[in-house]
């Protein structure tokens, strides 16, 4: 048994949760998410709390429980403050510029890059080498900045590349000269 399916999420009094059949809706003053669980898995709100549990004694059924219980802490937490990526460039000519909903990207390769920003995500550009994705659902976040971040990652030479916030390169030393 999963130590932390068996936790219940507390719902604050800004946030609503409503479940149908296996569909969760959350809603909170940042936004509304809706996610869609395994037939495993069975949800319910009972006095403030979401409430998940196993339908049998399946080994998918125990895995799962947990794993839907920690995507819908999630999803509660989100909805009341946003999750944040920040990530830097660097390199000499290497730049980002938003252009509405695109992100262009100069990162030293004969072309420039163009990303499109996914609905639900908001990308803010500092100084044009500081980027921050922020939005309330934690795992596209995430993606957005490991597909920024996939661009053209940190060379452990010079350090040139995109960088999140936080990780550590480790830097390597170049060729030595006769």
Known sequence: MSRIGKLPVAVPEKVTVSV???EVSVE???GKLTKTFDAAVSV????????VSPTNESRL???MYGTARSIINGMVDGVQTPYVKKLEIEGVGFKANLNGNVLDLALGYS????????EGITVKVDGGT???VEGCDKHMVGQVAADIYKFKPV??????????VGQYVRR?????TA
């Not at 319910?44 to 409430?51: F, L």
């Open 172 to 176: 390597k030393e170049g060729k030595k």
């Open 61 to 63: 059924a125990r895995a």
């Open 130 to 132: 500081k980027l921050t």
């Open 28 to 30: 909170g003053p940042k």
């Open 155 to 164: 060379e452990p030479y010079k350090g040139k590349g995109v960088k999140i």
């Open 44 to 51: 319910k709100v009972e006095d403030g709390n979401v409430i």
């Open 20 to 22: 149908n059949g296996s």
């Open 111 to 118: 072309h420039g890059i163009s990303y499109p920003i996914p």
